[in-house]
């Protein structure tokens, strides 16, 4: 059992994570009626601000903040309890993060900042939500200094030696998080704010467009790491084996500080400020980006194989029958797993620059981050949401919880498969993202998005109706894991943390030498961005809109 001081901080965390999760899906559902047209909202509330709010509150603030919460009970848990520096550092840092994003929330709550999570200019906030946004990213700063020092002090410990994986993980998920931020601090501080607040009259939107997707892209990877995370060095220990290759798992993700930041214009091939020899160059590292995916998927498969091998499989599905299918630890990981083959071959379907035109900024999009941030991350968190919060409030998780734990997974993947799908497939229809509901003065093609079995809005909306039914069931377990489930007395009752083994005697010593890492990454965004960003600079500017 960690620290009790170190667990109050991470509850906290978890704590708030969850608060912006049922906010955040509550908007979410208001979303599918509203696009299927049965839903008017009041006059005082615009479908563009709980668009907004669900995108921050999903994306942004759920994961950071549960992330955040992971890191620190997993930090604590390999390398010991926090030392009284870390932990006022890592309070501070919660505290300055949710100054920032009380902040926001109010900003997008009062009608103004119904500018989405991207927050693109030249759609005009107020000035105090660009605040609320530094504050939120400088508080995450914070957070992630804590954790590095907790880290240096272990490393200075302990001359020579490998870091835990769990540890090493957290180190490169942070060292990603503290280079790609520096893009949309950049385009926050010194054009948002400045613009917002009326000192200068215009914005250059194609270099703040640019910084932000910068940041934008490895945001996606500071999402999926923590999840690689629990099943390169959780998921081992479920199934009662060790972690396949600790070498493979480490390169798999330094190679995530190289080539998640340089690729940002895949999420701009449609924009005309950028020639097409750095988009070309961006598109070619977003294909070097795929790598340690793969990796990891194959880091999977043969971590099952070996477990179910072990535990006396034959043939070569064998091993498939031996996985632990009653623990719903497992389960939802792995159905997490399961949705990221798609959800990365969408992936490199939207990277390909003619197969873009067609998908983007339609509702395909959509579909590819609900089954990428909103599958494979989200469901790998509630896995670890089963055992993290009993584990650190000391309550049982009982049967009876565990079966509406898989009451829960059964009903997200089912919402999902429905939502998502649709959302797949009217984006190939031609239906837009970002927009409420329209009927396109009757067109045919939009027509055409209301009807087919499983491609229309209706399917969407009842896909979403499941998944907000699915939320409501987690957030039962969450409060019951926190506030109400009975204490754990008896030793078998203890729910323990599921940390696997890594051997790392085969582990080369360069792997774990920032210097390198930080150094080719920065040689490789200075190579792609330097001369395209340096062009921007001359753009004229915009002067802002406020379109809600
Ligand atoms: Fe993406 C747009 C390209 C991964 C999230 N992406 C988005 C947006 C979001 C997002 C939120 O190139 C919208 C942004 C906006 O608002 O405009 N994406 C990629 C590529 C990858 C990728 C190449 N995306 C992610 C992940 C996300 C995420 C991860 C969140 C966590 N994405 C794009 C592009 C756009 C984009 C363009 C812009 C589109 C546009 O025009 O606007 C790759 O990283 C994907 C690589 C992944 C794989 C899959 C490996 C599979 C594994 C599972 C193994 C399974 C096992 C289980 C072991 C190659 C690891 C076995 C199970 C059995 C059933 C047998």
Known sequence: MIAAQDRKLAL??????????????????????????????????????????????????FTTYFIFGFFITGMSKSLGSFGPKVRLCSWIGFAVTTIGTVLA????????????????APLKASGWFYVGLALFVVGTWISS??????????????????????????????VMWLISCLGVVATVVFQFIPWAFGWVDTI?????????WYFGHPLVYFWLLPAYMAWYVIVPKLLGTKVFSDSLARLAFVLFILFSIPVGFHHQLTEPGISEFWKFLQVVLTFMVIIPSLLTAFSMFATFEISGRQKGAKGLFGWFKKLPWKDVRFTSIFIAMAFFIPGGAGGIINASFQLNEIVHNTLWIVGHFHITVGTPVAMTFMGLTFWL???????????????????????WTIGMLLMSTSQHILGLLGAPRRTA???????PAAQGWFEGLITNHVTMAVGGSILFLSAMILIYIVVMSMFLSPKAIREEDFVEFPMAESDTEHTPKFLENWWIWIGIAFAL???????????????????????W
């Not at 997008?108 to 927050?119: D, R």
């Open 105 to 120: 929330t109010v900003m997008i709550v009062s009608g103004k900042a119904s500018v989405l999570y991207t927050f693109y």
């Open 204 to 212: 250059n939107v194609e270099l703040s467009r640019s910084l932000f």
């Open 437 to 443: 509901y329209s009927g396109y003065n009757d067109h």
């Open 389 to 411: 919060i009993p584990y650190l409030t000391g309550r049982k998780f009982s049967k009876s919880m565990q079966k509406l734990g898989f009451i829960q997974i059964f009903t």
């Open 12 to 61: 906290w965390n978890i704590a708030v994570a969850y608060i912006a999760f049922l906010i955040g899906t509550l908007t979410g559902l208001l979303q599918v009626f509203i696009r299927n047209d049965a839903l008017k909202l009041p006059s005082w509330l615009d479908y563009y601000q709980i668009l907004t709010a669900h995108g921050v509150l999903l994306a942004l603030i």
């Open 525 to 547: 965004i200075i190579i792609a961005y330097a001369i395209p960003l340096g062009g921007m600079l001359d753009n004229p500017g915009s002067e802002g809109y406020k379109t």
């Open 145 to 174: 200094f804590a954790l590095v020092g907790h880290y240096i002090v272990w490393r200075r410990r302990n001359k020579g030696q490998f870091s835990p994986l769990f540890a090493f993980m957290t180190i490169t998920t942070i």
